[in-house]
T-cell receptor, first 114, second 112 residues
Framework: DAMVIQNPRYQVTQFGKPVTLSCSQT?????MYWYQQKSSQAPKLLFH???????NEADTPDNFQSRRPNTSFCFLDIRSPGLGDAAMYLC?????????????FGPGTRLTVT | QKEVEQNSGPLSVPEGAIASLNCTYS??????FFWYRQYSGKSPELIMS????GDKEDGRFTAQLNKASQYVSLLIRDSQPSDSATYLC????????????FGTGTRLTIIP
C-alpha cells in the first residue's frame, strides 16, 4: 500500500543534542511537509518542499532545518533541541501540481527532550 | 484573528445520534476544505474533502459547505464510540497554494 513512513516513532534526545527525524513516501507526491504539533494545538507548518523547492515558514526557528535528497525522502534536523521543542512531528505529502490539495500524514514522531 | 475557527469542545453525543461539527474560515478565496480525524496520540487521518457548495456524503459522514457564509460542517450519523476523537478542519487559504491552515480541532466524545 502507498503510504507515508516516519522513523523513529519515538525519539528521546538530550537538551542541545542534535537529532534527525526521517520521512519517506511511496505515493510519488510532489510536495512534502513538516509540521510540529503540541498537545491540544493545531498542527503548525514548519516548512515544505515542492519538488526540490524549499519553502520556509516565517516563524520557523533557525534551529530547525530540512533536507529532501530525492522525491521519496525528507529529513527534519533539530540542531540544538530545547525543552520547548518536545512535540509530535508530523510529515505529510500532497500531489501538488494544481491540486487537489489533500495532505496525507505519516504516523508521526514523538520527540522527548530531557 | 484566527483564519480557521472551530469550537474546541468537548462535544458529547449519545451513541447512535448525529454529531455535528462546525468550522468557519476567514479567506473568501478558499476553494478546498478538508476534515481530518485525530485519535489521541496519533496523526491526523483524512476523512472528507469538499470543494463545491452543498453536501457531500461518504458512508456515515456528510460534509457541508457554504462559501457565502464561509462555513463548513461535518455530520456523523449513527455515532459510534470509535468516532470519539478530535476532528480538525483544514482549509486551503490561498487559491493555488499547496498549504493548508488547520483549526485547533473539536474534541468529540460518543457516550455509549
Amino acid at each position: 500500500d502507498a503510504m507515508v513512513i516516519q522513523n523513529p516513532r519515538y525519539q528521546v534526545t538530550q537538551f542541545g543534542k542534535p537529532v534527525t527525524l526521517s520521512c519517506s513516501q511511496t505515493l510519488n507526491h510532489n510536495v512534502m511537509y513538516w509540521y510540529q504539533q503540541k498537545s491540544s494545538q493545531a498542527p503548525k507548518l514548519l516548512f515544505h518542499y515542492y519538488d526540490k523547492d524549499f519553502n520556509n515558514e516565517a516563524d520557523t526557528p533557525d534551529n530547525f532545518q530540512s533536507r529532501r535528497p530525492n522525491t521519496s525522502f525528507c529529513f527534519l534536523d533539530i540542531r540544538s533541541p530545547g525543552l520547548g521543542d518536545a512535540a509530535m512531528y508530523l510529515c505529510a505529502t500532497s500531489r501538488g501540481a494544481g491540486g487537489p490539495y489533500e495532505q496525507y500524514f505519516g504516523p508521526g514522531t514523538r520527540l522527548t527532550v530531557t | 484573528q484566527k483564519e480557521v475557527e472551530q469550537n474546541s469542545g468537548p462535544l458529547s453525543v449519545p451513541e447512535g445520534a448525529i454529531a455535528s461539527l462546525n468550522c468557519t474560515y476567514s479567506d473568501r478565496g478558499s476553494q478546498s476544505f478538508f476534515w481530518y480525524r485525530q485519535y489521541s496520540g496519533k496523526s491526523p487521518e483524512l476523512i472528507m474533502s469538499i470543494y463545491s457548495n452543498g453536501d457531500k456524503e461518504d458512508g456515515r459522514f456528510t460534509a457541508q459547505l457554504n462559501k457565502a457564509s464561509q462555513y463548513v460542517s461535518l455530520l456523523i450519523r449513527d455515532s459510534q464510540p470509535s468516532d470519539s476523537a478530535t476532528y480538525l478542519c483544514a482549509v486551503e487559504t490561498n487559491f493555488g497554494n499547496e498549504k493548508l491552515t488547520f483549526g485547533t480541532g473539536t474534541r468529540l466524545t460518543i457516550i455509549p
